[in-house]
């Protein structure tokens, strides 16, 4: 079946250091994809998206890009800032499919 | 503005307790959701729902059941709750397409005694 793996945390970063969280998935078809990102104590909320191949989804300053030919979908920021801090989800939804099937969430802590 | 609502931030309850858990979207969203999150798993789907009173079961249904009367509602019920329920319980919904957004509320963080 449909499957995402990213990659596990914590990750530690200094301010303005330049971010990656890697994300590979397996699917049929043309899934959609989805980065969401979880705040301390909150529900999740959509970071970006991309629903078909070489799309690239951006949103305060992260950027994914929708790769087909590598099954990938890794997030990346030049610059992180303490407000960062977060835990990350990258999820697929795919064509037939009705819910989301997310990884495990990494987890992201900036310091100054 | 979206909004997904969920009827308490933290519950507290006793093993063998009925719990209810609700959610309430103002989208007019056809699809509605029920995800569990637990450290280390990630969310795990429970049950979700793509039109009243209509109803397919998740990755995990096992001790938990739903009820969707209404179009904006959609609610989880532990029948008989465990301390292994012990968990954060998400809420979403969506429009049909695999290319629309899932909306998520801020969670209900249950803890069973």
């Known amino acids: 079946g449909d499957s995402v793996t990213q990659m596990e945390g914590p990750v530690t970063l200094s301010e303005e250091a330049f971010l990656t969280i890697n994300c590979t998935y397996t699917?049929?078809?043309?899934?959609?994809l989805f980065w969401y990102v979880q705040y301390p104590g909150e529900g999740l909320q959509l970071l970006l998206k991309a629903t078909k191949a070489d799309d690239k989804g951006s949103n305060k300053g992260f950027e994914a890009t929708y790769r087909k030919e590598t099954t990938s979908f890794h997030l990346e920021k030049g610059s992180v800032q303490v407000s960062d801090s977060a835990v990350y989800f990258c999820?697929?939804?795919?064509?037939?499919?009705?819910?989301?099937?997310f990884g495990k969430g990494t987890t992201l802590s900036v310091s100054s | 503005d979206v909004k997904v609502t969920q009827s308490s931030r933290y519950l507290v309850k006793r093993t063998g307790e009925k719990v209810f858990l609700e959610c309430v979207q103002d989208m007019d969203h056809e699809n509605m959701f029920w995800y569990r999150q637990d450290p280390g798993l990630g969310l795990r789907l429970i049950y979700f729902?793509?039109?009243?009173?209509?109803?397919e079961k998740g990755d995990i249904p096992e001790g938990y059941s739903v009820s969707r009367e209404k179009k904006e509602r959609f609610s989880l019920i532990l029948e008989s709750a465990s301390t292994n329920q012990t968990s954060m319980y998400l809420c979403?919904?969506?429009?049909?397409?695999?290319?629309?957004?899932?909306?998520f509320g801020p969670g209900t963080r249950l803890l069973v005694l």
């Open positions: 999820a697929l939804k795919g064509q037939a499919g009705t819910a989301l099937i």
């Open positions: 699917a049929t078809g043309y899934p959609s």
């Open positions: 729902s793509y039109d009243v009173k209509m109803k």
């Open positions: 979403a919904s969506s429009r049909p397409s695999h290319k629309e957004t899932q909306y």
